[in-house]
T-cell receptor, first 114, second 112 residues
């Protein structure tokens, strides 16, 4: 296990379609985070899990967004009825139980909504 | 609300010169502060962190950062810049138990 893996790397979808992204964290990390990054901005927090429990959700996470982490392993982020404003890089990160260890980020999934 | 600010969108420096990338924070309690670097089409890579202890922390690739509580700053520094240091740098902060909040980033451009 060499790091955080995200799939797909790129996704182009038509407006109104649903998309799902997957993140495989470092196996011994309890925490998993999702962030969204748009051009010229820093990563914006979306949600995080400790094991299988979703502990915090940002106000940025509209009803069209849902995330899961079944069995506390990999996680999926689904966007329903995509809009052009959803076009962004979606970053996943994982960390051990304490935040002061810092996060390990995946390479991200770039979503383009046309 | 917690926040992290990077007042400069871009920093330009000549190779061999010292560099500073600025960061200020507004985090209640004792802050945990981090610097990350991002290369094009890549995820963020950890550079260094301040948790407690010495105000000067050393990290990867010769970078260091100084925590200044009175000025609520955590500036990233390097004594001698390399062209390969050119990238996008993010400062991030949090208090215990909450997710990292990132600044909007500073593009570092090192010219040869």
């Amino acid at each position: 296990d060499t790091g955080v893996s995200q799939n797909p790397r790129h996704k182009i979808t038509k407006r109104g379609q649903n998309v799902t992204f997957r993140c495989d964290p470092i196996s011994e990390h309890n925490r998993l985070y999702w962030y969204r990054q748009t051009l010229g901005q820093g990563p914006e927090f979306l949600t995080y899990f400790q094991n299988e429990a979703q502990l915090e959700k940002s106000r940025l996470l509209s009803d069209r967004f849902s995330a899961e982490r079944p069995k506390g392993s990999f996680s999926t982020l689904e966007i329903q009825r995509t809009e052009q404003g959803d076009s962004a890089m979606y970053l996943c990160a994982s960390s051990p139980n304490r935040v002061y260890y810092g996060y390990t980020f995946g390479s991200g999934t770039r979503l383009t909504v046309v | 609300a917690q926040s992290v600010a990077q007042p400069e969108d871009q920093v330009n420096v000549a190779e061999g010169n010292p560099l500073t990338v600025k960061c200020t924070y507004s985090v209640s309690g004792n802050p945990y502060l981090f610097w990350y670097v991002q290369y094009p089409n890549r995820g963020l890579q950890f550079l260094l962190k301040y948790i407690t202890g010495d105000n000067l922390v050393k990290g990867s690739y010769g970078f260091e950062a100084e925590f200044n509580k009175s000025q609520t700053s955590f500036h990233l520094k390097k004594p001698s810049a390399l062209v390969s240091d050119s990238a996008l740098y993010f400062c991030a902060g949090t208090q215990a138990g909450t997710a990292l909040i990132f600044g909007k980033g500073t593009t570092l451009s090192v010219s040869s």
